[in-house]
């Protein structure tokens, strides 16, 4: 699934800029602003610790990487699909294996895993969708 509006880079920075370590960071609001998450949201997930921002400025400010945000999206993205935090976190830890070693076959056992389970669940969100768009059609029918 591809984001319609990727993250953009702040206009101070170059577009790798954010991936290079020691590398411009955002405050949580420029990210709650990139991946239309809210504030409470991203506080949220650095309390459970579902995603902790990278960094911490002097005044204790959360800052957080073009890497962070990419895993904001993905998290984006399970929501409505409605997977747990514990099935995020698991996912995310999953997906960090297969980049760290591709041929993790336990990691790839549970991302074919997670495939079909997103596959599942988008098909029942599928199915609900239709329902809600026949009664839209009889309410305009009436």
């Known amino acids: 699934m591809t984001n319609a509006h990727p993250p953009q ?7 790798g800029d954010l991936a290079q370590p020691g590398a411009a960071t955002l405050q949580i609001g420029a990210v ?7 504030l409470r949201t991203l506080r949220h997930y650095d309390e459970v610790g579902l995603l902790t921002p990278s960094a911490r400025s002097e005044g204790g400010f959360r800052l957080y990487t073009s890497a962070d ?17 514990e099935e995020m976190a698991d996912l995310l830890d999953t997906v960090e294996a297969l980049h760290r070693d ?3 076959a ?4 549970r991302l074919a ?10 098909d029942k969100l599928l199915r609900t ?5 026949e ?8």
Not at 106 to 109: H, Y
């Open 69 to 85: 945000v990419e895993r904001l999206l993905l998290i984006r993205r399970m929501k409505p699909l409605g997977f747990s935090l």
């Open 9 to 15: 880079p702040p206009a101070n920075t170059q577009a």
């Open 129 to 133: 969708l239709t329902m809600a768009d």
């Open 135 to 142: 009664f839209i059609t009889l309410l305009r029918a009436t």
């Open 113 to 122: 895993e997670y495939l079909g389970s997103a596959e599942e669940r988008r």
């Open 32 to 38: 709650a602003e990139r991946t239309g998450l809210s």
């Open 102 to 104: 591709s041929g993790d």
């Open 106 to 109: 336990a990691a790839r056992q």
